[in-house]
């Protein structure tokens, strides 16, 4: 969208930096020349070059963290808002910008603000824009990574087992996201904005079953369960019940209505978003 960057040499703290998205940020901004600087909660590692210690839930190890950044990259790892406005608080202060990865199940409800049942994300969003720190929210779709949830059964049989084989998802890549994230960091034109990323496309779980077979160069093949055996799955490996219900209400409602596939990524990186054919090519070895 521009190409006018906020400060060449400013300093950008990642806050996840080792998580799907966030390790993918913080290479990309180092290899576009920008310093990174990792929190940490591990004291061995933050006396390495390019780590800070401290902690989401500590304010003040947090603003000690972001001292002398100019920009922030927020990831929130926890089930509830439980002290994310003191962290917000301690961001704000601090840095001039921050990047909060979101969530495409917020809505925004007309009067009430961002809204997500039962996840944090909404209220992190609300804790944001009330702050009054300059922030870009991203709002992904599912992440291609999730498919990695049937690299054990792929390997060990070749059959994928689940609910809603033709449901159509959009999975986006996250090196996308992470590349979407970059821009809103290091250029100015992003404030406020609310960009939901998704994939170029709509494939159904079972069609990125038989794609990821592809590119490993394996036969396989999707096997549908009802979903009371996929609900009960969900909750032996500990899913809240609610969550478990919610996701599957979800997948339920993609087999007559897929996922849309947006623009988001090409109209902020000015390149299409990787297709999931691409992620499962580059990703094919942890399937065979």
């Not at 002290?83 to 921050?98: F, K, S």
């Amino acid at each position: 969208m521009t190409d006018k960057r906020t400060d060449d040499g400013s300093t950008v703290l990642v806050i996840g930096a080792s998580g799907t998205v966030g390790r993918h940020v913080t290479r990309q901004l180092t290899e576009a020349g920008t310093h990174v600087r990792a929190l940490t909660r591990q004291a061995d590692r933050a006396r390495q070059e390019g780590f800070r210690q401290g902690d989401l839930l500590d304010p003040a190890s947090l603003r000690a963290a972001a001292r002398g950044a100019g920009a922030a990259f927020l990831t929130w790892p926890f089930p509830t808002t439980e002290g994310a406005a003191e962290a917000v608080a301690a961001l704000a202060g601090e840095v001039g910008r921050v990047v909060f990865l979101s969530s495409a199940v917020v809505r925004d409800v007309p009067g009430a603000g961002p809204q997500s049942p039962g996840r944090p994300d909404g209220g992190i969003e609300a804790l944001l824009a009330d702050s009054g720190v300059r922030h870009t929210v991203l709002r992904p779709h599912g992440f291609a990574a999730n498919a990695l949830r049937w690299a054990e059964e792929i390997r060990t049989g070749g059959v994928v087992r689940g609910y809603g084989g033709a449901a159509g998802l959009s999975p986006v890549d996250e090196r996308d996201i992470a590349a979407v994230a970059v821009r809103a960091l290091v250029e100015d034109g992003h404030d406020g904005a609310r960009y939901v990323l998704t994939g170029p496309e709509s494939p159904t779980q079972a069609e990125q079953v038989r794609i990821i077979g592809e590119a490993a160069g394996r036969l396989l093949r999707w096997e549908e369960i009802p979903r009371e055996a996929a609900r009960q799955r969900m909750l032996t490996t500990g899913w809240p019940p609610a969550i478990a219900d919610g996701a599957l209400d979800f997948i339920h409602a993609r087999i007559a209505e897929p996922e849309p596939a947006t623009t988001t990524v090409r109209d902020v990186t000015d390149r299409p978003a990787r297709s999931f054919r691409t992620w499962a090519t580059d990703h094919a070895a942890l399937f065979r």
